[in-house]
């Protein structure tokens, strides 16, 4: 999980997908996720929010095209969300969560706790029951939740487990950042070996195009919750790195330590 944090540009390429082999058509679609819109209620100092694990249909290019079907975390009363509703308060927020495993199977969910702290840290859900954590948001830092189906780690994810993973950005107290927050993904099928990555839910050329300013500073917090490492790169452009973690740490760099590509 070394590269979970890197600053760069996204261009992958989906391979070519089939339709799944469980056909379901009574599955929801699971919706791409452009992070700019925080999940749950906040008020007072505290964020109150209901996510769900929930099966749906995942369309990586456009709607209605290639599919998977998969799990993926939702907002109750909401449609799922690829990748998973953004998690995003100031330091010091008290987070209340009620957390309702809708899947046909067990799920041990990580990341759903203070910052920093013990990456192996989990919660076990059993299909159908629903659990409550509270925790402190911790350090400011850019941070990934995610779950597994299998008890495998991040890093051994395949097939519909692959889609579980969301955002958890904390912000000093009293300052938010102007910034787009990207969460790469990697599909692998188990039966065909295909892998189909993405970017916030979508594969390139179908997700967000982003129209910049000659001149001007843009920030972004890139997340890598897939199992596999991504050269992050702009193309004839420079960028600085601000900062890395792990997932559950995150080490932002002095000003005059920050690496410079």
């Given at each position: 999980?070394r590269?979970?944090?890197?600053l760069?540009?996204?261009g992958?390429?989906?391979?070519?997908?089939?339709?799944?082999?469980?056909?379901?058509?009574?599955?929801?679609?699971?919706?791409a996720?452009?992070?700019r819109?925080?999940?749950?209620?906040?008020?007072n100092g505290?964020?109150?929010?209901?996510?769900?694990?929930?099966?749906?249909?995942?369309?990586?290019?456009n709607s209605?095209?290639?599919?998977?079907?998969?799990?993926?975390?939702?907002?109750?009363?909401?449609?799922?969300?690829?990748?998973?509703p953004?998690?995003?308060?100031?330091?010091?927020?008290?987070?209340?969560?009620?957390?309702?495993n809708?899947?046909?199977?067990?799920a041990?969910i990580?990341?759903?706790?203070?910052h920093?702290?013990?990456?192996?840290?989990s919660?076990?859900l059993?299909?159908?029951?629903?659990?409550?954590?509270?925790?402190?948001?911790?350090?400011?830092?850019?941070?990934?939740?995610?779950?597994?189906?299998?008890?495998?780690?991040?890093?051994?994810?395949?097939g519909?487990?692959?889609?579980?993973?969301g955002?958890l950005?904390?912000d000093p107290?009293?300052?938010?950042?102007?910034?787009?927050?990207?969460?790469?993904?990697?599909?692998?099928?188990?039966v065909?070996?295909?892998?189909?990555?993405?970017?916030?839910?979508?594969?390139?050329?179908?997700?967000?195009?982003?129209?910049?300013?000659?001149?001007k500073?843009?920030?972004?917090r890139?997340?890598?919750?897939?199992l596999?490492?991504?050269?992050?790169?702009?193309?004839?452009?420079?960028?600085?790195?601000?900062?890395?973690?792990?997932?559950?740490?995150?080490?932002?760099y002095p000003?005059?330590q920050?690496?410079?590509?």
């Open positions: 999980m590269c979970l944090l890197r760069g540009i996204v992958l390429t989906l391979c070519p997908v089939a339709s799944a082999a469980r056909a379901d058509d009574t599955l929801p679609a699971v919706m996720n452009d992070n819109t925080p999940a749950g209620e906040l008020r505290t964020l109150s929010l209901q996510l769900e694990l929930r099966e749906g249909r995942w369309y990586p290019e209605g095209g290639p599919y998977r079907d998969v799990y993926a975390f939702a907002e109750a009363d909401r449609a799922p969300q690829s990748s998973g953004l998690i995003r308060v100031p330091q010091g927020t008290l987070i209340h969560t009620t957390i309702r809708a899947l046909p199977v067990a041990r990580y990341g759903l706790h203070s920093p702290e013990d990456s192996n840290e919660l076990q059993p299909p159908g029951e629903t659990r409550q954590l509270e925790f402190t948001a911790g350090e400011p830092g850019t941070y990934l939740y995610w779950a597994t189906t299998s008890d495998h780690s991040l890093t051994q994810r395949a519909p487990e692959s889609a579980l993973s955002a950005v904390i107290s009293g300052k938010r950042s102007d910034d787009r927050v990207f969460v790469v993904g990697l599909l692998q099928d188990p065909d070996h295909r892998q189909i990555p993405s970017i916030n839910g979508k594969s390139w050329p179908y997700t967000d195009h982003l129209t910049l300013e000659v001149g500073t843009y920030h972004w890139v997340i890598n919750g897939s596999d490492g991504h050269a992050m790169h702009l193309h004839g452009f420079y960028f600085t790195v601000d900062g890395e973690g792990d997932g559950e740490h995150f080490e932002r000003l005059e920050r690496l410079q590509l």
